[in-house]
């Protein structure tokens, strides 16, 4: 236990923007291949080129899971794909000991037209397992998928889900690796299935070195010893506490500003108070459970007198996770008076996930409920705490009693 | 058990760097037969895979797998009795010949057009699971050895129903066969590479071989003189087709010195191919993308 399995050193990788242009970089690269050269033209940019992955080193030993992350196009599948074996670096060296194995495009080299039985041989074929250690274990990927009543269906008839889980339930039966890969798999199937992949992974993660690619940073934050971030192919943040690197992660997230509605009203600023005090910087970290304001500043015309406003915190997806409609002291909802106006406004205690978030404000006409402005993407902030939970909202709580019924099991 | 095998994996170490595989010839090598050991399984499940896909999903079956050369059969006899073309004398009746002849040369061309065919529909396989590239190829040619067994054994029925006994020589047939997959898959191996990146390939190779059919002893005979006559002499291929028929039916080969000829070379070209092929793969497996 504890000894380095993955050893990368300044490992670059280079792909091209032009089709026809990367088409023939990889006839010249054969070529000077065949000739005993170095591949990638010895590290040089050739137009249209760029550097997916640029200069990455990390050490990995048994039982830490690496996890990548950053936006698409940071260079994260690509360095696994180097890693995997299935392209080779143009620049630095890995050197990885032990069986390596991946959890990429389950269910790749399926056949539609034949059975799910006849898949698993193949597929495990593809893994490179004989068919007699196969057939001791089919009954576990059959039951582990949860599909025993179609197995003797073609894989066309099934559905994506089914597929997912057939693919899955192979590998993560089969394998036994020292070094394991893992690329978006959990990201589909449903709830139950998805809580039995994280229990299997978890397993096969406490005994090998892991390098896991997800965007979902619940994930992350549940088996990742380690965290790095990425951006444009270099590393933005290597660390081995989790929850920092997925705060870095948020910060790079950027929150689109978009405007819209009939121009009658128009929001012309916006400022978070974080615990009383202005927001220091433009984009914000504001611990979980501080308290939360702002100061709006709008415009309305004359003829919409009397509109409604509505104020939202939006996650990354834009969705809205609080909805906060103001309202007067009588109950109704707050007609706002012509002019231009500055309101504060108390948004409470914020109880919410980590992760970046934005505020996104509209005007309603009153009568004809006609959207007079909507601005999203507004102030940025994020919020950072020690873990990142599965819910958007996260509120503490002490159990008031625990009554002991008996002191065993 | 399991710890044992724990500790001789551990021993295994891999290594990735930009520094061409020529560099260092004797693990190139030795990487090569343990890929080769370890496609064994890999291209039985796959061939089994295909061939059982490909059958279920037709009515006639193992008809296809002789149709297309039946169908040329019977145009090239059509076209020899109503005298729009006008065929030379055969060492055999015309139909034995050109039925033998177009046989061969389908085997040939299945051969021939696996290793693109098959590579090509595994591309997203190749991109996502590494798993030893050899099985691919060497599932194209099981399933073209499949195939050919169908023709041959119909071949077989139908000379003898036209009363064509080929004698003891045909035991020596299946050489004849062997290297007519060998030579395919050659010249289907060498064009991979390119035919991956570049569809003109895979678009060129049926105008090409059409040409070169016609200068092989296929449908006509062999030319008595003239710049003809060289071509045919000097083409590749004559020696193979030549050779097969000529065990198949009975005949004494003409050309069997350059048939041993062609299949020593073929033998050096499939090794050289081989590794083009193993150097070619990752650089093609990245500008196909994933």
């Known amino acids: 236990m504890g000894e380095t399995l993955i050893k990368v050193e300044g490992l670059s990788k280079k792909f091209c923007r032009n089709l026809k242009k990367s088409m023939w970089y990889g006839m010249q690269d054969i070529g000077s291949e065949l000739r005993g050269k170095r591949h990638g033209a010895d590290g040089v940019l050739r137009p249209d080129e760029f550097w997916a992955v640029k ?93 025993r009543e179609f197995i003797n269906s073609p894989v066309q008839t099934y559905s994506s889900g089914m597929n ?31 809580i039995k992949c994280l229990n299997t992974v978890r397993q096969i993660t406490s005994k090998s070195a892991v390098v896991f690619v997800s965007h979902n940073m619940q994930q992350i934050s549940a088996f990742c010893t380690r ?38 009203a128009e929001i012309l600023g916006l400022e978070l108070i974080v615990n009383e005090q202005e927001a220091e910087s433009a984009e ?27 104020v939202n915190i939006s996650d990354v997806a834009m969705n809205q996770v609080i909805t906060m409609p103001l309202y007067s002291l009588d109950g109704r909802l707050n007609r706002l008076p012509a002019g231009i106006l500055e309101l504060e406004i108390s948004m409470g205690k914020v109880e919410l996930s980590s992760g970046k978030y934005s505020i996104t404000i509209g005007v309603i006409d009153s009568e004809t409920m006609e959207v007079l402005a909507r601005a999203q993407g507004l102030s940025p902030f994020c919020i950072i705490s020690d873990r990142v939970y599965w819910g958007k909202f996260v509120r503490y709580v002490v159990p008031q009693k625990v009554n002991i019924m008996t002191t065993s099991a | ?184 898959t050659v010249i289907g191996l060498a064009l991979t590479p390119v035919g991956l990146l570049y569809t003109d390939v895979g678009k060129g190779i049926p105008l090409l071989m059409q040409f070169m059919m016609y200068l092989t002893p296929v449908v006509f005979a062999m030319p008595k003189s003239g710049i003809s006559a060289t071509l045919f002499q000097m083409n590749p291929l004559t020696p193979l087709i030549l ?15 350059y048939f041993v000829v062609v299949n020593m070379i073929a033998i050096t070209l499939l090794i050289i191919f081989w590794i083009v092929f193993r150097l070619a793969m990752p650089i093609l497996i990245e500008r196909m993308g994933s």
């Open chain 1, 164 to 194: 997912v889980r057939l693919g899955f339930a192979i590998a993560a039966v089969l394998i036994e690796p020292d070094i394991l890969f893992l690329d978006e798999v959990l990201a589909v199937g449903d709830i139950s299935f998805v």
């Open chain 2, 243 to 257: 050779t097969a028929r000529d065990w198949l039916t009975g005949l004494t080969p003409e050309y069997l010195g």
């Open chain 1, 284 to 310: 914000p970290t504001i611990p979980h459970g501080a308290e939360l304001g702002c100061r709006i500043k709008l415009r309305i015309d004359n003829s919409r007198a009397g509109a409604n406003m509505v």
């Open chain 2, 1 to 184: 058990m399991k710890n044992e095998k724990k500790l001789i994996d551990k021993m295994h170490t891999t290594i990735y760097t930009p520094d061409s595989l020529l560099a260092n010839p004797f693990r190139m090598a030795r990487e090569m037969l343990r890929d080769l050991a370890a496609s064994r399984e890999l291209a039985w499940r796959l061939t089994v895979r295909d061939l059982s896909a490909q059958y279920r999903q037709t009515i006639l079956g193992f008809i296809w797998a002789i149709i297309l050369p039946l169908a040329n059969t019977l145009i090239w006899i059509f076209l020899s009795r109503s005298g729009v073309v006008n065929v030379s004398d055969t060492p055999l009746p015309y139909p034995v010949y050109v039925f033998t002849g177009t046989m061969l040369w389908a085997i040939l061309m299945d051969a021939l057009n696996a290793p693109l065919q098959i590579v090509t529909a595994s591309k997203i396989m190749l991109a996502k699971i590494y798993f030893p590239r050899e099985a691919l190829v060497i599932a194209g040619i099981y399933q073209t050895i499949f195939n050919a067994l169908i023709k041959v054994t119909l071949l077989i029925v139908a000379l003898l129903a036209m009363g064509i006994y080929p004698g003891w020589s045909v035991l020596l047939f299946p050489i004849g066969l062997f290297s007519l997959v060998l030579v395919g």
């Open chain 1, 55 to 147: 200069d990455i080193s990390f050490e990995l030993k048994r039982g830490e899971c690496l996890g990548l992350i950053g936006h698409n196009g940071a260079g994260k599948t690509t360095l696994l794909r180097m890693l995997n074996g299935l392209i080779r670096p143009d620049q630095g060296r890995i050197e990885m000991r032990g069986t390596v194995g991946a959890l990429i495009a389950l269910g790749a080299g399926f056949n539609p037209i034949l059975t799910g039985r006849e898949n698993i041989y193949v597929n495990a074929a593809v893994l490179g397992l004989s068919k007699q250690y196969v057939d001791s274990k089919i009954d576990e990927i059959i039951d582990f998928a949860e599909i």
């Open chain 1, 227 to 264: 965290v790095m971030v990425m951006d444009h192919g270099h590393v933005q943040l290597d660390s081995t506490n989790p929850s920092e690197g997925i705060n870095r992660y948020y910060s790079l997230v950027k929150h689109k500003q978009q405007t819209s509605g009939t121009g009658e």
